[in-house]
């Protein structure tokens, strides 16, 4: 599995874009990247997901860039509520192989 | 669609004893992956459930033990218990449909279970 690299924490305010940047040198052709947000004494929560160019949902976007290395998780007008720890993984989450491999994630905090 | 349930929520135990944790599965969904969570080791895989047979497993010693059932739930057992499994279980759920688009297989995961070990 592909080892992540991420900034162990960030600081932000309310209203303002967050970027986190995860790095993965290693990354194999066939490894997804994906995102999940965690709360304390929560599990994790699924954000995004996506393999290259730009992915974009209802709470995040992810961008890939062409040579895949790394990747960026943007988080538009963040909220008190997104305080959380994200964390990037990398993997070929086919079937037969669901075991995901976490680091120690970005602890994003927001302030007013 | 309801989603990852785990049960108990809470439960506190003494060394030496065991202990068994339940999780039902978002429905059709046919993996069920157990993690454990701690403050100092982060958030690490113990093993993975599919059609009633583990297919993956970490590195965590004998006494951490599971099975699914033909329903798709799942239970974990950790038997003579020490200080040190006390954790947030956390169980995953995912659809691990064959012939699904390689690479693209999300995990949904229960609330959890907090373990605590006296």
């Known amino acids: 599995l592909a080892k992540t690299t991420q900034p162990i924490s960030m600081d932000s305010y309310e209203g303002q874009e967050v970027n986190i940047t995860c790095s993965h040198n290693?990354?194999?052709?066939?490894?997804?990247i994906t995102w999940y947000q965690q709360f304390p004494s929560q599990g994790p929560r699924f954000i995004i997901q996506g393999y290259k160019t730009k992915v974009t949902n209802e709470v995040a976007s992810l961008f890939i860039p062409a040579d895949r290395k790394s990747s960026t998780l943007s988080l538009p007008r963040v909220s008190l509520s997104d305080t959380a720890v994200y964390y990037c993984?990398?993997?070929?989450?086919?079937?037969?192989?669901?075991?995901?491999?976490f680091g120690a994630g970005t602890r994003l905090a927001v302030h007013p | 669609k309801a989603g990852v349930t785990q049960t108990p929520r809470y439960l506190i135990k003494t060394r030496g004893q065991q202990v068994t944790l339940s999780c039902s599965p978002i429905s059709g969904h046919r993996s069920v992956s157990w993690y454990q969570q701690t403050p100092g080791q982060g958030l690490q895989f113990l093993f993975e459930y599919f059609s009633e047979t583990q297919r993956n497993k970490g590195n965590f010693p004998g006494r951490f033990s599971g099975r699914q059932f033909s329903n798709s739930r799942s239970e974990m057992n950790v038997s003579t218990l020490e200080l040190g499994d006390s954790a947030l279980y956390l169980c995953?759920?995912?659809?691990?449909?064959?012939?699904?688009?390689?690479?693209?297989?999300?995990?949904?995961f229960g609330p959890g279970t907090r373990l605590l070990v006296l």
């Open positions: 995953a759920s995912s659809l691990a449909e064959s012939g699904g688009a390689l690479g693209k297989e999300t995990q949904y």
């Open positions: 993984l990398v993997g070929p989450f086919s079937g037969g192989y669901n075991k995901l491999i």
């Open positions: 290693n990354i194999a052709t066939n490894d997804y």
